[in-house]
């Protein structure tokens, strides 16, 4: 029996690939991911003096803008769009150093580091809670949840009836398949997400001080992407078991590396700009500026494209490997046997 289990494992090779692969995954991200002390921080430092003042600076206060002509309002704008967490005003009665409070952890390692005569102001999340900065990250790790893992199990479920192969030799176009599949879970996610964010708002009291409208273009689209992604695992899944398994190593990357519990500023180099490659990494940080900046469309046109980008990459992709596997389907070979069990039963 031993013996045949082994002969089971060494054929099922892509099981093997996962039951190594995924503890080493987990090792590097663990290992690389799992800090919240920040040890560079994007910095503008504004007023007269700003030259003399960032000299002196503490390293990990990265000065990328140093402007002695600008004033408070040219540092709040930064801090706004989200172009750095840090900013220093000089020239007044003291230096007063602008905090974004959105940026848990970095703000937390800032105040660490704060030089002596500096008064701090934190803005948008002035209490340094975490329910105002995991709340929007919750909602799109639920949207990401329901999309991945139950899309893709849903789809693989029909392949394992057999209800696929009729689907097959329906006059319907791969597309018209991919989306009626799809557009159950996509009511559903949007059910969620919003009783989720009715909730972060009721229960938490999480501010939110952004558009409505902007929330929910930014969701959906991020909804295409988590989607599409669904659809893809499930077209290389030949079980559900094994849709979970490829589900998983799709999220946990994302959970990790995307900034929603660690800070991408606090991560090595090679595994950071993995990062700025996932879904959730831009809706995390659009989310966190719609709550509770009231970001604007010009502040989350580049995330909103990255994700736009994302979700046609993605769903092209679905689609198109949907649409081989239905051709494969409705060969001849296979629509006269889906026709004769259909006549035998």
Do not use: H
């Amino acid at each position: 029996m031993i013996r045949k289990e082994f002969l089971e494992m060494r054929r099922d090779r892509r099981t093997v690939a996962l039951m190594v692969g995924l503890p080493l995954m987990l090792l590097i991200i663990f290992g690389y991911a799992a800090r919240f002390d920040v040890t560079s921080i994007d910095t503008v430092v504004v007023g007269p003096g700003a030259e003399r003042f960032a000299a002196g600076l503490n390293p990990v206060f990265n000065a990328v803008e140093v402007d002695p002509s600008a004033g408070v309002d040219r540092a709040r704008r930064r801090l706004t769009d989200s172009e750095a967490p840090i900013a220093f005003v000089t020239g007044g009665p003291v230096t007063t150093m602008l905090v974004d409070g959105t940026q848990l952890f970095v703000a937390q390692s800032a105040l660490r580091r704060i030089p002596p005569g500096t008064a701090p102001d934190i803005l948008f999340n002035p209490e340094l809670d975490t329910a105002p900065v995991m709340v929007p990250s919750l909602i799109g790790l639920i949207l990401l949840f329901v999309g991945t893992v139950i899309t893709s199990l849903g789809v693989v479920k029909e392949r394992e009836s057999g209800t696929l192969e009729q689907l097959a030799v329906m006059p319907l176009r791969p597309v018209d398949v991919t989306i009626g599949k799809i557009a159950p879970y996509f009511v559903v996610a949007v059910v969620d997400m919003a009783v989720v964010t009715l909730a972060g708002l009721w229960i938490f009291g999480v501010p939110f001080v952004g558009s409505p409208i902007l929330f929910g273009v930014y969701s959906l689209v991020f909804l295409f992407v988590v989607l599409g992604l669904g659809v893809a695992i499930s077209t290389v899944s030949r079980s559900q078991g094994e849709a979970i398994q490829l589900a998983i190593m799709a999220l946990l990357p994302q959970i990790m590396l995307s900034g929603m519990i660690f800070p991408l500023e606090s991560m090595a180099a090679g595994v950071r700009w993995i990062g700025y490659v996932l879904p959730l990494t831009w809706f995390v940080a659009g989310m966190r500026g719609i709550f509770l900046k009231g970001s604007s469309v010009a502040t989350l046109a580049v995330p909103l494209a990255y994700l736009t980008v994302m979700a046609i990459v993605v769903f092209g992709v679905a689609v198109t490997r949907f649409r081989r596997e239905l051709g494969q389907r409705s060969s001849p070979g296979r629509a006269g046997a889906v026709a004769a069990e259909g006549g035998g039963r």
